[in-house]
């Protein structure tokens, strides 16, 4: 009988790219005020990419000649259901946010909740760097850093539909995909997992895999008897009832 590989999370890294509003202003000044009546168009989606964990490109949706999003988001909502995680650095508060209002201002259907793992949101809570951003984690952990780029690439796209820019935020956007996948993969061992794809309580829940060894055990303050594992594939904790881990290898 062949042996079935182990299951493997869905995991699905996206990065998008925004426009800023464009307003009609008297003047200028640092504590001015812009009310939303002198908007005359309103900040959009440029482009979202997006890789599946493994894979080796980056793919890319861009909104339309007319600079409209509406056929790019209704591709990408597809491919966001069929994920099981969501990684995106800001995810959360960003990406995620600006996703759902575009979809809400065409009518493009969106599952309310999604498990999204933000790397920044990770960064704060589990760790302690000087910097949260993604162009500081990637050089902290000697893997890269962002693209420089500079606001008239904005001007130019928004005003001009200037593609030579275009294809320049494209590659831009591809790379920040590509650093914010390398960094979570160094993260990931660190955090607690948010899926488990294990078939068994005793099988680690990041890869499924049985090649799992003690690392740790404890008794809570109610009593009860915990159990911390490592996985020895990917590298992953993970802390149950000691019961359930030893039912587990029984079967």
Known sequence: MTKQKPAKIKRLFVDIETSPNVALIWESGYDIQVNYDAIIRERTIICIGYKWAGDKNVNILKWNHNQNDYDMLEAFIPILDKADEIVAHNGIDFDLKWIRTRCLKHNISMM???????????????????????????????????????????????????????????????????????????????????????????????????????????????????????????????????????KGKQI
Request: net charge positive; aromatic share 12%.
């Open 112 to 246: 309310p909740n999604y498990t999204v793992l933000d790397t920044i949101k990770l960064a704060r809570s589990r760790f302690k760097f000087n910097s949260n951003a993604l162009d500081y984690l990637s050089r902290y952990l000697d893997i890269g850093k962002k693209i420089e780029t500079k606001y008239e690439m904005w001007k130019k796209i928004l005003l001009e539909n200037d593609q030579v820019e275009l294809k320049k935020m494209i590659s831009y956007c591809k790379h920040d995909v590509n650093l914010l996948e390398e960094v979570w993969n160094r993260l990931n061992p660190y955090v607690l997992a948010s899926t488990n794809i294990a078939k068994f309580a005793n099988h680690c829940p990041e890869c499924g895999s049985s090649n799992v060894g003690i690392n740790k055990r404890r008794i809570t303050a109610a009593g009860y008897k915990k159990i911390t594992f490592r996985c020895s594939d990917c590298g992953k904790y993970h802390t149950m009832a000691e019961s359930k881990f030893m």
